[in-house]
């Protein structure tokens, strides 16, 4: 690839990005900050939709590639501060992801004459539940934003692109029994004592490894929380399990629902229930999309690319006919630890392959 260097220091960037804190729900100084940058670029088009920032190019191209990121972070934990030492970032949100964050912005502030139109979305509250997403924000102000023919979230992927999403869904499985003085306890039914056979069942459970555009996906089901008893001298007349089910894009939220019935079903009797608490789709990788295609190319090929097992905004795009791909710096299993930190070269490296495509030196 012959791209130019990027117009910024990533990695000083990314270290004032961090410098400036935007847990959920508190991304206003951020949001301020990055619409300040994007009305420095009198080529982009800025839109500023609560603490949500949109700025797009509008050459007229043929094509047109929407590169998205969150602006917010979970609560600190001892790492407000960025400490910039070599070659590394080390602070709250700096794989997720505010080295995100810093390449869209020296993207932008690069995107002068583009190959290919680009939009580039900031967005708040993607680390919180799903009702409160920027993106939904965006979409129900403005809709005409979002309209793209492909979309790259940048996410953390380790500067290797992810296809696609598996989709989660939150149950909740309770099961009933019958109270009764513990002194006395066949004169009732003890709700907790039969989650015995249903954990069992759980942890005995064989996911599914499908293979999707060569890319192999693993789904999951496991059980996060527990709760019951009335008292300690009484036999618990119910129970609740919260089940969480990672399925691939191969199956539909219904499909996967079934899925998890038809397991739990020989162990449930009148009087229990399974209720469904919240469930975001699956996105299959669409990797035959020219657009991500040249992205895969540009960032080490088709056999570097890789299932993203869990779940993404990449979702909300394929709702919305948009596939997407996601692929940013820093490494995912680095994400919400005290110690996350990001490199210049994985900075650098997910920098030069979307450059690649979006100036036009990709093949």
């Not at 290797?160 to 109270?179: D, I, K, S, Y």
């Not at 999707?212 to 789904?219: R, S, T, V």
Request: aromatic share 4%; net charge negative.
């Amino acid at each position: 690839m012959n791209v130019a260097a990027p117009p910024v220091d990533l990695l000083a960037l990314t270290a004032e990005l961090v410098g400036i804190p935007s847990v959920s729900r508190s991304e206003r100084r951020l949001a301020d900050h990055t619409e300040a940058w994007c009305a420095g670029h009198q080529w982009l088009e800025t839109h500023r939709i609560g603490d949500n920032v949109v700025a797009r190019t509008t050459g007229g191209r043929t094509m047109r590639l929407l590169v998205a990121g969150h602006l917010d972070t979970v609560p600190p934990d001892g790492n407000s501060d960025a400490i910039l030492a070599g070659d590394r970032v080390t602070g709250l949100g700096a794989a997720d992801m505010k080295g995100g964050l810093a390449v869209m912005m020296a993207l932008a502030a690069a995107s002068r004459s583009p190959a290919v139109d680009v939009t580039y979305v900031w967005y708040a509250a993607e680390e919180i539940a799903r009702e409160h997403s920027g993106l939904l924000e965006v979409a129900e102000a403005r809709p005409d934003l979002l309209a793209a023919d492909a979309a790259v979230l940048g996410e953390p992927t380790g500067a290797v692109p992810e296809a696609g999403c598996q989709g989660t869904m939150h149950l909740r499985v309770t099961l009933a029994g019958r109270r009764a003085h513990t002194a006395r306890p066949w004169m009732g039914s003890n709700a907790i004592h039969r989650l015995g056979h249903l954990l069992e069942v759980l942890r005995a459970y064989q996911p599914r490894r499908p293979v999707i555009d060569g890319c192999a996906f693993g789904e999951a089901l496991q059980a996060t929380s527990v709760s019951g008893g009335v008292a300690r001298n009484v036999v618990p007349d119910e129970v609740a399990l919260v089940l969480n089910h990672r399925f691939a894009p191969d199956r539909t939220p219904q499909e996967a629902e079934d899925h998890v019935r038809e397991l739990l079903a020989g162990h449930l009797t009148d009087g229990d229930s399974v209720e469904v608490l919240e469930t975001a789709p699956a996105a299959a990788p669409h990797l035959d999309h020219p657009l991500l295609a040249s992205i895969v190319e540009a960032g080490g090929g088709p056999g570097a690319v890789r299932a993203k097992l869990g779940w993404t905004d990449a979702a909300f795009f394929a709702e919305r006919g948009v596939p997407a791909l996601n692929f940013g710096p820093g490494d995912a299993e680095l994400a919400h630890t005290a110690g996350e930190y990001v490199t210049r070269d994985s900075l650098e490296t997910v920098y030069e392959a979307l450059a690649a495509v979006i100036f036009g030196a990709a093949r």
